[in-house]
């Protein structure tokens, strides 16, 4: 018995200090990569849906903790600070375990993370080139769609890159309004399927395509009788800070691709990133069931959608600085009690970004913004002044 | 009958042999094109994919598509490690999903791991600039370091591909041989360098300067991964101007600007040496890369 719990222990031991020495390079439970993202700033007026406020402020205070759990899985977990009319929140963004060692190029990821669909929304907000995310990302995903669920991925054994990846989400930060507070939601809300793909053009330029679809079960949004408590419930949305999906629909079609190029490969000193994005939604109106439809309701087409779309572009034309322009707008619907008022907003806007060092990043950025029929936003300058520094492990950056 | 049967065998075991070696072929990812063309000279047969060539800095490479890709089809990953690769490496692990190539148990190789680097640090902190706590990274030019990384990886090879070990094991000595009978070589024509002092961009010759003897007065960097700031080049100009130094050196993947500034102003040479494979013409493989750079450092001494 003894000499068996000897040999035990001494497997044990030796397991321990294999799986040390392999960890060791990387982080490891005992040497966890934790990081701190700052980021704030001053900005002279607001953008419609964005988390900026007129003034001075924070953005999102990120503190991120990540480690391979053992062999098999890989854990992260980033909790988001914010502070919004003088109350501090905590949330959590991300809080997910994804497997290391699934055969023939298949993951899983589960837990609470950032939706591979589009180009944009699986990066970290403080990665951006612009203080905000584009108004159709604002929109559609809430700035950036995370949620609980579980997401399966494919990589294909090609020299072109292919991804194919399944995603299914509780979706509770997409659901179409629900003024009254008592409409019977799906609680397994979305579903979203994508593929990527991408590749070089010769050694300077690489690119990169994306199709994504999401169905949301909850997202079609019900006509009211009553005009009056439509609007209450949609001022409570704007007034409050949410992370919700303003605009919703049954189906969302999301198209994007990114182009970059640096001279010889070499993106020390200088690179371009050129992208681009459009997002329609679609079956975002429906009345509500055992409604009965009207003769004089005829505005309300079901043909009708939100469509969105943004380009961008981004030089750094020294390690210290870099450039960006960009330009996007949404088409959307307001839904007034039992029909449809179409809006719009267009923004374009113009950064300069200097660069200490690769973990600080002080911005300047002009936008101009033109709404119509969108929620008073008509015709604003607004300059912002952010700076966005990280701190402690950095992980490295995707695509 | 007789014959055609005969015939129909032959072209069936050929067709097979070629499957076998098709099947056989090791895919090797290189992070580097220096250990890219070591995996060339330590395994002949292999299909061998660099991810930077030696115009790129690899401490600043995106995490591309074709990158994960080329990943994801890989036996073997081989890369100089002690976190020179922290920015993108671990990236391309995550997107590819192929666990074979995950940790060193398997087929990720670090050449840092197999040899003593220098200049490791007990601490490290950002405002050093961008340090590495596990030492200098760019060790592929110190020739016995090398040799060290060569048996490592030749012992990699035949740990993921045992079927070829002899292939690997006679490679290894080929090149063995041929690295020794050149080491003297160079020791002949690096004999007048050593002493002398120059100003370099970062410490990518580190291992060079070490071997040589070679004294790095000043670097180019105001902090390592900082690019030349005007007032830092400024103060090097005072440094320049003693009349001690002999060069002014970059890598070809750095940036020539404040090197150039700097030498016309102070009167000195700019040498850009090849960092690698591929980084100019004559440096076709390990043993060119290092005949070219001693050729070029002799000519301004």
């Given at each position: 018995m003894s000499a068996l719990n000897t040999r035990v222990s001494i497997l044990a031991l030796a397991c321990a200090v294999s799986s040390y020495s392999v960890m060791a390079e990387d982080s490891s439970l005992t040497n966890p990569n934790v990081s701190a993202v700052l980021d704030g700033y001053y900005q002279t007026g607001d953008r419609p849906l964005a988390e900026r406020a007129e003034g001075f402020g924070l953005g999102e205070t990120e503190l991120a903790l990540s480690a391979n759990?053992?062999?098999?899985f890989y854990g992260k977990v980033t909790a988001i600070i914010e502070s919004h009319d003088g109350e501090t929140e905590l949330n959590l963004e991300e809080a997910f375990i994804q497997t290391l060692?699934?055969?023939?190029g298949l993951s899983v990821r589960a837990g609470r993370f950032l939706s591979?669909?589009?180009?944009?929304?699986?990066?970290?907000?403080?990665?951006?080139?612009?203080?905000?995310?584009?108004a159709a990302y604002r929109a559609f995903l809430g700035g950036h769609y995370f949620d609980d669920g579980i997401r399966l991925n494919y990589v294909a054994p090609t020299d072109l890159y292919w991804t194919l990846g399944v995603e299914a989400f509780k979706g509770e930060s997409l659901r179409?309004?629900?003024?009254?507070?008592e409409r019977d939601f799906d609680n397994l809300g979305v579903y979203s399927a994508l593929t990527k793909m991408g590749g070089d053009i010769g050694i300077e330029s690489s690119w990169q395509l994306g199709l994504s679809y999401l169905r949301n079960q909850n997202g079609q949004a019900y006509a009211e009788d009553e005009h009056n408590e439509e609007e209450e419930g949609h001022d409570e949305e704007h007034a409050g800070h949410s992370h919700s999906a303003s605009y919703t629909g049954k189906n969302t079609y999301i198209a994007d691709v990114v182009y970059k190029w640096a001279p010889n490969g070499n993106y020390k000193y200088q690179n371009l990133t050129v992208s681009g994005e459009y997002f329609r939604v679609t079956d975002i109106f429906a009345m509500e069931p055992g409604h009965i439809v009207e003769?004089?309701?005829?505005?309300?087409?079901?043909d009708d959608y939100h469509q969105g779309w943004y380009v961008s572009s981004v030089y750094q034309f020294s390690p210290r600085w870099s450039a960006g322009i960009r330009y996007g707008q949404v088409d959307t619907y307001e839904v007034h009690g039992d029909h449809l008022h179409p809006q719009q907003l267009k923004e374009s806007e113009v950064s300069l970004a200097w660069h200490s060092s690769h973990f600080s990043t002080v911005r300047l950025q002009y936008t101009h913004q033109t709404g119509t029929?969108?929620?008073?936003?008509e015709d604003d300058n607004i300059l912002t002044l952010q700076y966005v520094m990280s701190l402690g492990a950095h992980g490295a950056h995707q695509y | 009958m007789r014959i055609n049967t005969k015939l129909l065998l032959a072209v069936a075991s050929m067709s097979l042999l070629f499957t076998a070696t098709a099947q056989a072929e090791l895919n090797v990812f290189a992070c580097e094109p220096e250990y890219a063309a070591l995996t060339l000279a330590l395994a002949p047969d292999a299909k061998v994919y660099s991810?930077?060539?030696?115009?790129?800095?690899?401490?600043?490479v995106q995490a591309r598509p074709s990158l994960i890709a080329k990943m994801r089809q890989a036996d073997v990953v081989v890369c100089a490690g002690a976190d020179l690769e922290i920015g993108w490496l671990p990236m391309l692990q995550m997107k590819s999903?192929?666990?074979?190539?995950?940790s060193t148990d398997k087929g990720l190789f670090f050449a840092a791991e197999h040899i003593d680097t220098?200049?490791?640090?007990?601490s490290v902190d950002r405002s050093m600039g961008d340090v590495h706590a596990k030492g200098n990274?760019?060790?592929?030019?110190?020739p016995q370091r090398m040799l060290i990384v060569a048996q490592a990886l030749s012992t990699k090879f035949t740990q993921i591909d045992p079927d070829n070990a002899s292939l690997y094991r006679q490679s290894l000595a080929d090149f063995s041989q041929a690295w020794q009978a050149k080491i003297p070589q160079w020791q002949q024509q690096a004999k007048d360098l050593a002493g002398k002092k120059v100003i370099a961009y970062h410490s990518s010759f580190r291992y060079l300067f070490k071997w040589i003897g070679i004294?790095?007065?000043?670097?180019?960097?105001?902090?390592?991964g900082i690019a030349p700031t005007s007032s830092h080049l400024a103060s090097l100009l005072a440094r320049a101007e003693k009349?001690?130094?002999?060069a002014i050196i970059v890598a070809s993947?750095?940036?020539e600007r404040g090197a150039k500034w700097l030498g016309e102003r102070a009167n000195l040479p700019v040498l850009v040496l090849p960092?690698?494979?591929?980084?100019?013409?004559?440096?076709?493989d390990l043993i060119s890369l290092y005949d070219s750079i001693l050729s070029l450092l002799n000519k301004v001494k």
């Open positions: 759990i053992d062999e098999m060692a699934m055969p023939y591979d669909i589009g180009y944009l929304n699986n990066q970290h907000l403080h990665t951006d080139s612009f203080s905000d995310r584009p179409a309004a629900d003024a009254h507070g003769a004089d309701h005829e505005d309300i087409s079901s029929n969108f929620d008073g936003f | 991810a930077t060539t030696a115009m790129q800095d690899p401490h600043q999903a192929n666990p074979q190539v995950r220098l200049d490791k640090l007990a990274p760019h060790l592929h030019l110190d004294e790095q007065v000043a670097d180019l960097e105001p902090k390592p009349g001690d130094v002999m993947y750095q940036d960092i690698s494979v591929g980084g100019n013409e004559e440096s076709k």
